[in-house]
């Protein structure tokens, strides 16, 4: 079995992607829905495509699995241009949103449904059919139809009948939407494990972040047809390329304001609304004078005062004092919403770490509301 690390260490060593799309462009009358856009997909990667609905995300999936045909540009797998070559005769598999699955047919007819459609041997076929019905944990339900099962087991056939003739590329269109939370976080989990242990390419299209980022060695941010970012879970969210993507990806605050200066690594924001911001030079290119500053409401701090530092921190650490207005409980954390002196509304996340409410704040009450300078991401309007 492949080592899906050793896949992805052989691609970058070698510097050629199992995937190549190539400035593909896709438009359906006078609408552009995939705008020239170019990706690269490792061998043994677990790649995302994330956006908003209309995104282009699907239209790009179904290329890649034959249903749609480029209006121009190239899709390489292994070097070879396969815009042209019908669904059956690639190397990829896709699971649909809705599983697709023969009401007619059992667990094991339905998963050995595309292995008799190739002409494999009956016992190639009884053994490949084993395989996946052990690999997806669903041992005594072959006999089963569809009907028969849990929306979970159902996603496991249709993952195990996508997976069953070996694909070196499997798309999944959305493939948890129809479980519930609890289930949903279980499966993303099982999932993760078995491309791990196949080495086998995943390509996941959703607009759930928390799923992307659970599950993606990397993602594809689009928008309008275009890809935003491509980068790690953690690359994403902590240095987001653009303010779209800051906004799109998690919960964020956002001070529009003016560079007033620039020394040591660090740069003042005269931030509308909320006051002087020091924050930590960007490793990126700013284009102009008018900026905005992007701050993860877990990065502030909350206070009844503000924070003690020596004389060697006081100038690096931001202190914008306001009012409480707004407290959601969620459980691990809590919300608030801080009115600052300023006008400006900040958002911040705070742990639960006591049982009681010995530590929480409440509407109306007085704080401070402090974050370091390398808490700030410096981005243009």
Request: with cysteine.
């Amino acid at each position: 079995m492949t080592d899906p690390v050793q896949s992805l260490d052989d691609a970058e060593l070698h510097g050629v992607p199992l995937l190549r799309v190539d400035a593909v462009v896709k438009r359906f009358g006078g609408f552009m829905a995939v705008d020239r856009l170019s990706l690269d997909v490792r061998a043994g990667e677990f790649f995302a495509l994330l956006g908003p609905s209309g995104c282009g995300k699907t239209t790009l999936l179904r290329m890649l699995a034959g249903f749609e045909t480029p209006d121009s540009g190239r899709i390489l797998l292994n070097g070879t241009d396969i815009a042209a070559v019908p669904p059956h005769q690639r190397p990829v598999n896709m699971m649909f949103q809705n599983y697709a699955l023969f009401p007619h047919l059992t667990v094991r007819d339905n998963i050995a449904f595309g292995l008799k459609r190739a002409g494999l041997p009956r016992a190639e076929i009884a053994a490949r059919v084993a395989e996946m019905v052990a690999l997806v944990r669903l041992e005594g339900m072959e006999k089963r139809k569809p009907d028969q099962l849990s929306g979970g087991q159902r996603q496991r056939v249709a993952l195990a009948r996508s997976l069953a003739r070996r694909p070196q590329l499997l798309l999944l269109d959305e493939p948890l939407a129809a479980l519930d939370k609890k289930l949903r976080e279980n499966t993303q989990f099982e999932l993760t494990q078995l491309q791990r242990r196949l080495g086998t390419t995943f390509i996941i299209v959703t607009h759930d972040q928390e799923e992307a980022m659970t599950m993606a060695d990397r993602i594809g941010v689009m928008e309008a047809g275009r890809l935003e970012q491509v980068a790690t879970p953690r690359q994403l969210y902590e240095a987001p390329n653009s303010r779209w993507v800051a906004e799109f990806v998690g919960g964020i605050n956002i001070l529009e304001g003016q560079i007033e200066s620039r020394d040591a690594g660090r740069m003042t924001i005269a931030a509308r609304d909320a006051g002087h911001v020091i924050a930590a030079e960007p490793l990126h290119c700013l284009t102009k004078n008018d900026i905005c500053v992007a701050i993860r409401p877990e990065k502030i701090r909350l206070s009844k005062r503000p924070p003690a530092s020596d004389a060697g921190h006081a100038a690096v650490i931001n202190r914008l004092e306001g009012i409480i207005i707004g407290v959601n409980y969620l459980g691990g954390q809590t919300t608030y919403q801080v009115k600052l002196d300023g006008g400006a509304v900040l958002r911040v996340s705070v742990a639960n770490m006591a049982r009681l409410d010995v530590d929480a704040y409440n509407v109306t009450q007085r704080v401070v509301a402090w974050f370091t300078p390398d808490d700030c991401v410096v981005l243009d309007q």
